[in-house]
């Protein structure tokens, strides 16, 4: 089955760099985008980003423009997302999620990332 | 990119049914057929509900149902159970692989 396994929960002072790395099971993963959407406590999802496994080509939330990076490592199925410059306003739960016909149809557990001084 | 629109709540009875809308623009939910609706309960990931529009995966039951009218699509509870309770969010493709989401409802089952 479709699985995910994403690293654990981060604390990082402001102006800190994060990256989180989620590992694909359970199907070809090469044959699926990659989003990344992070959710703050108490709010809806945020997309912030894409990318194509296949080639490794993103697309970035233009909130996000400067300061994410997604790649992938497809000899490892795993998928990573850097965020830098992380403020207070970056606590949330993150989360990779398997896209299927431009929507998402799988995601993975979270990850928590608190930015705290 | 502004998020999706949704009611902040709503509820129902056991055995009601209830809708949750969810107001986009022309340019994400009234120029695709990609809506997405998500569950999720505390502490979880969200859970694949409803794929474009209307379609259920496989295991969901047929009490969950989804529409779309212009710029606005709709989730319908029918036969409300108490494990219904919890957040629902919407979420369309927006074009060159960005997506857009809702705000949530929270569902609650007097």
């Known amino acids: 089955q479709v699985q995910f396994e994403q690293s654990g929960a981060e604390v990082k002072k402001p102006g800190a760099s994060v990256r989180v790395s989620c590992k694909a099971s359970g199907y070809r993963f090469t044959s699926y985008a990659m989003h990344w959407v992070r959710q703050a406590p108490g709010q809806g999802p945020e997309w912030m980003g894409w990318?194509?496994?296949?080639?490794?080509?993103?697309k970035y939330s233009e909130k996000f423009q400067n300061r994410l990076t997604i790649s992938r490592d497809t000899s490892a199925t795993t998928t990573y997302m850097e965020l830098s410059s992380l403020t207070s306003e970056d606590t949330a739960v993150y989360y990779c999620?398997?896209?299927?016909?431009?929507?998402?149809?799988?995601w993975g557990q979270g990850t928590l990332v608190t930015v705290s001084s | 990119q502004s998020a999706l629109t949704q009611p902040p709540s709503a509820s129902g009875s056991p055995g009601q049914s209830v809708t949750i809308s969810c107001a986009g623009t022309?340019?994400?939910?009234?120029?695709?057929?990609?809506v997405s609706w998500y569950q999720q309960h505390p502490g979880k990931a969200p859970k694949l509900i409803i794929y474009e529009v209307s379609q259920r995966p496989s295991g969901v039951p047929d009490r969950f149902s989804g529409s779309k009218s212009g710029d606005t699509a709709s989730l319908t509870v029918s036969g409300l159970q108490a494990e219904d309770e919890g957040d629902y969010y919407c979420?369309?493709?927006?074009?060159?692989?960005?997506?857009?989401f809702g705000g949530g409802t929270k569902l609650t089952v007097l």
């Open positions: 022309s340019s994400d939910v009234g120029n695709y057929k990609y």
């Open positions: 990318i194509n496994i296949g080639n490794g080509n993103t």
């Open positions: 999620a398997r896209e299927n016909v431009r929507q998402i149809d799988y």
């Open positions: 979420s369309s493709y927006a074009g060159s692989h960005t997506l857009v």
